[in-house]
């Protein structure tokens, strides 16, 4: 009778209070119907193994989830989980990145103000991450319990059961013309990068030095004010950029019209950015100077150098990125 006791009390400590004396009453009728009218202890230790777990028990007698989230809601939770949180990530970084930067003050600590950058990313990333991961659960998990199906099918994306139709739905995608997920938010953080550098090159393009043992920037390489005169252009370029990288996580592969997108983007930024560089005012005179006296060369050469240097880049780019897209939409 002792094992009895201690079964029943373990189921009944997992029911509300005022189902305990009569739920204990009917469990041990149960077992005692189940044992024969002279039993040894081995059969009630059989008897009470059919029975099962005290939790399983309570939990078939009040109707309660012995889990958070349920078959028929995980998948669906563990998708929705990839998909916002990167999401979530980068917006984050892209906010700190441009806050970070556009504060950034001249003559301040360049080493200060990444490794300031890089420690907040990373907090704030796990912060973020850890905050979607909560909520979401608690959405799911208050999900499971006002659902009034019994079901226990996993739903799709649509919140639908899963049928053969949902196939047809289903796009196959060569491996070489995927594009990730990690590709397209990768280029929403780094047009955020550029973006930022390019409105703050006064203070982030320059002459390092090191004083007082700190890495201080002391002199900037470009002419704001010729940056700022492509700003326009340049903002359709960040535009055109932003729209590309949104088609590409619609499309998710690489596609005729998707290449298309790519080589017109390429061609419009190539020709803007080569004007910009062109720009006889595009280099800080005294950047020039400065390194014309450390290499020993003419400033007008020097300026050359830099300018069809910049130029040879810009081009080569320009074919490696047309020549891949081509490449990843051609028909497999």
């Not at 949180?85 to 892209?94: K, M, Q, Y």
């Amino acid at each position: 009778m002792d094992l009895i006791d201690k079964y029943i009390q373990e189921v009944q400590r997992r029911l509300p209070g005022n189902k305990r004396k009569k739920i204990g009453h009917e469990l041990r009728a149960t077992i005692k119907d189940m044992l024969p009218e002279e039993y040894s202890e081995e059969d009630l230790r059989h008897v009470l193994s059919k029975l099962g777990n005290p939790a399983v028990v309570a939990s078939n007698y009040t109707g309660r989830h012995m889990h958070l989230i349920g078959p028929r809601y995980f998948d669906l939770y563990v998708s929705l989980l990839k998909l916002i949180v990167p999401i979530a990530i980068t917006i984050s970084l892209i906010t700190l990145l441009v806050t970070s930067f556009f504060n950034l003050e001249l003559n301040s600590s360049i080493v200060n103000t990444f490794v300031l950058f890089i420690s907040n990313g990373i907090s704030r990333a796990v912060s973020v991450a850890v905050q979607v991961f909560c909520w979401l659960t608690i959405i799911f998990a208050i999900l499971e319990r006002v659902s009034s199906s019994k079901k226990s099918e996993p739903l799709t994306m649509n919140f639908e059961e899963w049928t053969p139709n949902h196939l047809k739905d289903v796009e196959l995608i060569a491996v070489e013309k995927r594009i990730s997920k990690s590709h397209i938010y990768g280029s929403f953080l780094g047009t955020a990068v550029w973006a930022t550098i390019y409105f703050n090159a006064e203070k982030l393009i320059g002459i390092y030095e090191t004083i007082d043992g700190e890495l201080l920037f002391v002199m900037p390489a470009l002419n704001q004010e010729s940056l700022m005169a492509w700003s326009i252009p340049v903002v359709i370029v960040l535009l055109v950029q932003v729209a590309l990288s949104f088609y590409k996580l619609l499309q998710g592969k690489w596609t005729k019209k998707l290449a298309l997108f790519e080589t017109f983007y390429e061609i419009m930024a190539t020709v803007i950015f080569i004007g910009l560089v062109s720009s006889s005012t595009f280099f800080n005179p005294d950047f020039i100077v400065y390194l014309a006296n450390v290499f020993d060369m003419a400033n007008m050469q020097l300026e050359r150098n830099f300018i069809f240097g910049i130029i040879g880049i810009l081009m080569l780019s320009l074919v490696l990125n047309i020549y891949n897209a081509w490449k990843k939409a051609r028909p497999t």
